[in-house]
């Protein structure tokens, strides 16, 4: 009913002093909701002011810069720089708390590594929903601890090294043989190799999860596909025109795997992340990914705990199988091999380790191919260490490259993974403070890692306003002269003689895998599976220059940071 009508039916004329008075009353009534419902900033923190005056506070400028770049890391470190704070919030939730970035070194570190007010972000959880109890979703409570005595012997060196390396080298050797055969068809032509890695970090997961059980890969399928494609099938182009192979098609769980991983994404970019989970799980998309994932993860479960009573334990499924009942025991209850937590556990390791470390397979070759003097000398390196492989005209195998000292493989990789990185969400679990300012309860912590500290010279601050056991830390930074943006591996090898250096993992700012007890747990085997490829690569093509047109750096944000192009134009090193 309008206005006018309400007046008239309290008998009252529209221009009487009493309906004057009811108007004010109204007004003042939707001006003071419209003022309880614009952001509020948290005092003495750095704001957008014109944001503040506005029901969508930082949402238009953020929508956007997600529509022009898909990148929500960039538009953070645009905040950081536009209020020129170390230290600063924007209102992208309407109704809610302001979020704050932190773009320093020193107090990102201390958070995570030293302070316990602050823990797993209801921000990354809301996003993480479809996963159900897979822990990444859980604060660090009795839940997530349960789920870690799981897996507390899937990165150790001996599960690693015995039995999931070797595997993982395999799958490494199977993207190289499919790529000799790609680069042959190519002649010279780039191709997409995103896809392709994708495929072989899955298969890395497969392997560690699985072992030789699932009977599936992500590449296989492919290398038959490319071996038995004749030369004259290839599309003609021009030398810089982008081949386009064909694709294989797998197996449905790993279907599912790649889907799962979309579900997420969609999800983690929404604005309204809980109604996105909502809706999805009603679709026949959903239901398919998430069910024939349970039902895969189930069987397997069964078969696990049958070579479990065989005594026959050499999977990651085996390995968590042995721990439940283990702990079953312990407790003085039966094992509840059934449990949709154990099977939640195991599909969330899968997706969550081979998008992410597909992401950084894709960065790594773009950074190894603007830099051909950095390829060289790594391939110099290589041949250095594995001497044997080279006079005998072969691939290194796993242990040649487990056992082989090789600073500049894990320097170059260390440096790709600077490059790449993501910002890191806390969340305050208390009343607490940042660099002397209050941080309320419930208060979401954005830790920039893609700006001042990392990429470019760190802001001033006061020590003083650091936290106690930062300043007892002292975390060590590198010559900020340089160009930080510049993909250097050297900012991460230390001389230790005149023609000796070593590897330093410390040696400067990195946050890719988060850090203490939250940081990523499958960092070990990450590492191995970007060891392989990138030494298998190197050893066996040359990373040649591609068209400026397939060799942007832009990227796009959801789980990880993804490049929206990875081509490679290879040239083989065989003789």
């Given at each position: 009913m309008a206005l006018y009508d309400t007046v008239a039916s309290l008998g009252l004329g529209i221009w009487s002093p009493a309906s004057?008075?009811?108007?004010?009353?109204?007004?003042?009534?939707?001006?003071?909701?419209?003022?309880?419902?614009?952001?509020?900033?948290?005092?003495?923190?750095?704001?957008?002011?014109?944001?503040?005056?506005?029901?969508?506070?930082?949402?238009?400028?953020?929508?956007?810069?997600?529509?022009?770049?898909?990148?929500?890391?960039?538009?953070?470190v645009k905040?950081?720089?536009?209020?020129?704070?170390?230290?600063?919030?924007?209102?992208?939730?309407?109704?809610?708390?302001?979020?704050?970035?932190?773009?320093?070194?020193g107090e990102s570190q201390d958070i995570m590594l030293r302070r316990k007010d602050f823990d797993r972000s209801t921000f990354i959880s809301d996003r993480m929903a479809s996963t159900g109890s897979f822990h990444?979703?859980?604060?660090?409570?009795?839940?997530?601890?349960?789920?870690?005595?799981?897996?507390?012997?899937?990165?150790?060196?001996?599960?690693?090294?015995?039995?999931?390396?070797?595997?993982?080298?395999?799958?490494?050797?199977?993207?190289?043989?499919?790529?000799?055969?790609?680069?042959?068809?190519?002649?010279?032509?780039p191709f997409?190799?995103?896809?392709?890695?994708?495929?072989?970090?899955?298969?890395?997961?497969?392997?560690?999860?699985?072992?030789?059980?699932?009977?599936?890969?992500?590449?296989?399928?492919?290398?038959?596909?490319?071996?038995?494609?004749?030369?004259?099938?290839?599309?003609?182009?021009?030398?810089?025109?982008?081949?386009?192979?064909?694709?294989?098609?797998?197996?449905?769980?790993?279907v599912a795997a790649h889907e799962a991983t979309e579900i997420i994404e969609k999800i983690t970019n929404s604005l309204a992340p809980k109604f996105s989970q909502w809706w999805l799980r009603y679709t026949p998309w959903y239901k398919t990914t998430w069910g024939t994932a349970d039902r895969v993860v189930r069987q397997h479960i069964q078969s696990a705990i049958r070579r479990l009573r065989a005594g026959d334990v050499q999977t990651a499924i085996d390995h968590m199988m042995m721990r439940e009942e283990k702990v079953a025991e312990k407790m003085g209850r039966l094992p509840d091999f059934e449990n949709q937590v154990l099977v939640d556990e195991i599909f969330g390791e899968l997706i969550a380790g081979h998008h992410t470390t597909g992401a950084a397979l894709c960065w790594i070759l773009k950074f190894l191919t603007e830099n051909p003097l950095v390829q060289a000398k790594l391939r110099s390196a290589l041949h250095s260490a594995c001497i044997e492989a080279g006079e005998e005209n072969r691939f290194p195998s796993f242990a040649?490259?487990?056992?082989?000292?090789?600073?500049?493989?894990?320097?170059?990789?260390?440096?790709?993974?600077?490059?790449?990185?993501?910002?890191?969400?806390?969340e305050a679990m208390c009343d607490t403070e940042i660099l002397g300012h209050s941080i309320p309860k419930g208060t979401t912590v954005f830790l920039v890692s893609n700006g001042p500290g990392f990429y470019s010279p760190s802001f001033p601050v006061d020590d003083a306003k650091r936290s106690p056991t930062s300043r007892a830390a002292k975390p060590r930074s590198w010559d900020e002269t340089k160009d930080m943006k510049v993909f250097d591996p050297e900012r991460w090898l230390v001389q230790k003689g005149p023609d000796e250096v070593e590897f330093d993992g410390a040696a400067g700012p990195q946050l890719i895998f988060g850090l203490g007890t939250r940081g990523c747990f499958g960092r070990r085997l990450a590492y191995i599976g970007m060891r392989m490829m990138t030494a298998l690569v190197v050893w066996n093509f040359d990373l040649l220059e591609t068209p400026e047109s397939l060799s942007s750096h832009a990227a796009e944000d959801g789980i990880s940071h993804r490049a929206q192009q990875c081509f490679v134009r290879l040239k083989s090193l065989k003789e």
């Open positions: 004057w008075l009811l108007l004010s009353c109204v007004a003042v009534g939707l001006y003071a909701l419209y003022q309880r419902f614009l952001p509020k900033p948290i005092p003495g923190i750095p704001y957008n002011h014109e944001a503040a005056r506005s029901l969508w506070g930082d949402t238009p400028s953020l929508m956007r810069e997600i529509r022009a770049t898909k990148e929500f890391n960039l538009w953070c905040q950081v720089e536009k209020l020129k704070s170390p230290l600063c919030q924007v209102f992208v939730d309407p109704f809610d708390k302001p979020w704050v970035l932190l773009a320093d070194w990444a979703c859980f604060k660090t409570n009795d839940a997530w601890k349960a789920t870690r005595q799981w897996m507390q012997d899937l990165m150790t060196p001996s599960f690693l090294n015995n039995l999931v390396g070797p595997a993982v080298h395999a799958k490494m050797v199977d993207l190289v043989d499919l790529w000799e055969n790609k680069a042959l068809l190519a002649n010279g032509r997409e190799a995103s896809v392709d890695l994708n495929h072989a970090a899955l298969d890395v997961m497969l392997v560690f999860s699985f072992g030789k059980y699932l009977g599936h890969s992500a590449i296989g399928p492919q290398r038959e596909l490319i071996a038995q494609l004749a030369p004259s099938k290839v599309e003609v182009g021009h030398h810089d025109e982008p081949l386009h192979f064909p694709e294989a098609p797998v197996d449905e769980f790993l040649e490259l487990n056992r082989a000292k090789i600073p500049y493989l894990d320097a170059v990789i260390e440096e790709a993974l600077r490059l790449h990185s993501t910002t890191v969400t806390r």
